[in-house]
C-alpha cells in the first residue's frame, strides 16, 4: 500500500514517542531502586511504607533505640544513676545531721537501698559535689564501708591496713580505688578501737583542723557520731544511699 509522505512522518514520530516514553519509565524505575538502596542504610525514612520505620527509632525494631521491649535500667527521679562494673547504680545523698550509722542505714532501706561505697575517684569528686550542693558548708557523709571482724580492736598493721581493713557492705562497691585516706596513718582505729565505720569529708577547699582535711579524703570513725570527740568542720551531715538501678 502506497504511504504518503506526512503520514510516513507521522507514523515515525509516534514510534520515536512510544520508544522515548519506555525508556524514560525504565530509567526512572532504575533510578528509583537505587534510592532505595541508599534508603536501605537509614539515611532517608520518608520512602518506606507506612509502619515499617525505615529500620531506626523505636518502632517495630528490637536493634533500634529501645523499642524491642528491651528496657533500659533507670534510676527514681531525684537519684543519679553511676556506671560500675558490678552493674548500674543509683546514689543520693540524704540529709542526716549527727545521725548514727544504725539509723542512716535504716533510712536508706526505707528506700530499698544501702548506705552505698565508693567506686572510684569519679564517684568521690560527685559526692563532694553533690553534698556541698545539697548539705552545704563543710561536714562528712557516711558511706557503706565496715571494718572487717580480723580487724575489730586493732590499728593499722600489716594485716590491717589502707585496704584490707574494711569491706564495701553495699553489695555493689568493688576494688580498693575508692579507699582513698585522709593520710598514710589511716585507718587508724584511734579513741578507744571503736572505729568502725567510715566517712568522707566535703568541702570547697582543704580545711586545717588538728590535720589537713581536704575535699573527698574518707577516715574511719566511730559509728555514733556523738563519741566523735573533735567535730569541727567535719560533723556528720549526710549519708549515701545506693540501690541498683531498675
Request: hydrophobic share 30%.
Amino acid at each position: 500500500m502506497h504511504i504518503a509522505p506526512i503520514s510516513r512522518m507521522l507514523i515515525i514520530t509516534s514510534t520515536l514517542i512510544v520508544s522515548l516514553g519506555v525508556n524514560a519509565v525504565r530509567f526512572d524505575s532504575d533510578s528509583s531502586s537505587s534510592y532505595e538502596d541508599k534508603d536501605s542504610g537509614g539515611h532517608h525514612h520518608h520512602h518506606h511504607p507506612p509502619g515499617e520505620g525505615g529500620g531506626r527509632g523505636g518502632g517495630g525494631n528490637s536493634n533500634g533505640g529501645n523499642g524491642g521491649g528491651v528496657k533500659v535500667p533507670a534510676c527514681l527521679d531525684g537519684w543519679t544513676l553511676l556506671q560500675r562494673p558490678s552493674g548500674p547504680w543509683c546514689v543520693k545523698i540524704f540529709p542526716t545531721y549527727m545521725t548514727d550509722y544504725t539509723e542512716a542505714l535504716a533510712l536508706c532501706r526505707s528506700h530499698d537501698a544501702l548506705i552505698s561505697g565508693i567506686q572510684n575517684q569519679q564517684e568521690t569528686k560527685w559526692i563532694t559535689q553533690n553534698a556541698l550542693d545539697t548539705l552545704g558548708g563543710t561536714g562528712s557523709v557516711w558511706i557503706g564501708a565496715l571494718r572487717n571482724a580480723n580487724c575489730v580492736d586493732k590499728g593499722k598493721s600489716a594485716e590491717c591496713n589502707e585496704q584490707t581493713a574494711f569491706y564495701w557492705a553495699d553489695n555493689s562497691t568493688t576494688g580498693i580505688e575508692g579507699f582513698v585516706w585522709r593520710d598514710s596513718y589511716q585507718p587508724d582505729n584511734a579513741w578507744g578501737f571503736v572505729q568502725n565505720c567510715v566517712s568522707v569529708f566535703y568541702a570547697t577547699t582543704t580545711v586545717q583542723f588538728g590535720a589537713a582535711w581536704w575535699p573527698g579524703n574518707i577516715d574511719d570513725t566511730s559509728c555514733n557520731p556523738d563519741q566523735w570527740l573533735a567535730k569541727g568542720p567535719r560533723e556528720l551531715k549526710g549519708t549515701l544511699c545506693g540501690r541498683p538501678a531498675r
